[in-house]
T-cell receptor, first 114, second 116 residues
Framework: AQSVTQLGSHVSVSEGALVLLRCNYSSSVPPYLFWYVQYPNQGLQLLLK??????LVKGINGFEAEFKKSETSFHLTKPSAHMSDAAEYFCAVRWAGSASKIIFGSGTRLSIRP | DTAVSQTPKYLVTQMGNDKSIKCEQN?????MYWYKQDSKKFLKIMFSYNNKELIINETVPNRFSPKSPDKAHLNLHINSLELGDSAVYFC???????????????FGPGTRLTVL
């Protein structure tokens, strides 16, 4: 079965430090890849997405992610964490031919230490 | 101005009751969804409608019945509520479904359902 794995349910970094949130998916068939952010008591908001073309994708709020087909990964990074980045982050994958169904990872809660 | 709106935001009710959650989108999208997010933040799709037609039904109990009176609305009715139904329910919409895997899904703010 197709699946999305986010390593680490909770990641804590210091303000100004590098943020790295990991995401791996189960199939070698190139999918469409998404990162969503959920702030407390809010809905999900798209950070960035990979469809085709350049494998390094830039999103909002200084985040970027790199699609690595050989590693079936789509890790999210940000060079310098800000206090406002504290939120829950979800990796999501849609495989071609799966209608509109998106499979979400279990989420990673990002905490920022002052 | 809200793109995807849900009402109510909070819903507290007793076991066995019937309740509805409403969702509306003003984005002109053709496809709408309902997701359930459990206490561990796990997010799972329940239903998807495209132009008022059901296209995804993820083995959700029959007690859950989505209704789409028009493509801008997708309501969720739940009969005989159970403790395990307690969760946050999110509505979402996207431009289209047919062959456009890159379409972004826009989420509503969520409805926190608590069944006592």
């Amino acid at each position: 079965a197709q699946s999305v794995t986010q390593l680490g349910s909770h990641v804590s970094v210091s303000e100004g430090a590098l943020v790295l949130l990991r995401c791996n998916y189960s199939s070698s068939v190139p999918p469409y890849l998404f990162w969503y952010v959920q702030y407390p008591n809010q809905g999900l908001q798209l950070l960035l997405k990979y469809t085709t073309g350049a494998t390094l994708v830039k999103g909002i709020n200084g985040f970027e992610a790199e699609f690595k087909k050989s590693e079936t990964s789509f890790h999210l990074t940000k060079p310098s964490a800000h206090m406002s980045d504290a939120a829950e982050y979800f990796c999501a994958v849609r495989w071609a031919g799966s209608a509109s169904k998106i499979i979400f990872g279990s989420g990673t809660r990002l905490s920022i230490r002052p | 101005d809200t793109a995807v709106s849900q009402t109510p935001k909070y819903l507290v009710t007793q076991m066995g009751n019937d309740k509805s959650i409403k969702c509306e989108q003003n984005l002109g999208h053709d496809t709408m969804y309902w997701y359930k997010q459990d206490s561990k933040k796990f997010l799972k799709i329940m239903f998807s409608y495209n132009n008022k037609e059901l296209i995804i039904n993820e083995t959700v109990p029959n007690r859950f019945s989505p209704k789409s009176p028009d493509k801008a609305h997708l309501n969720l009715h739940i009969n005989s509520l159970e403790l395990g139904d307690s969760a946050v329910y999110f509505c979402a919409s996207s431009r289209s479904v047919a062959g456009v895997g890159t379409d972004t899904q826009y989420f509503g703010p969520g409805t926190r359902l608590t069944v006592l």
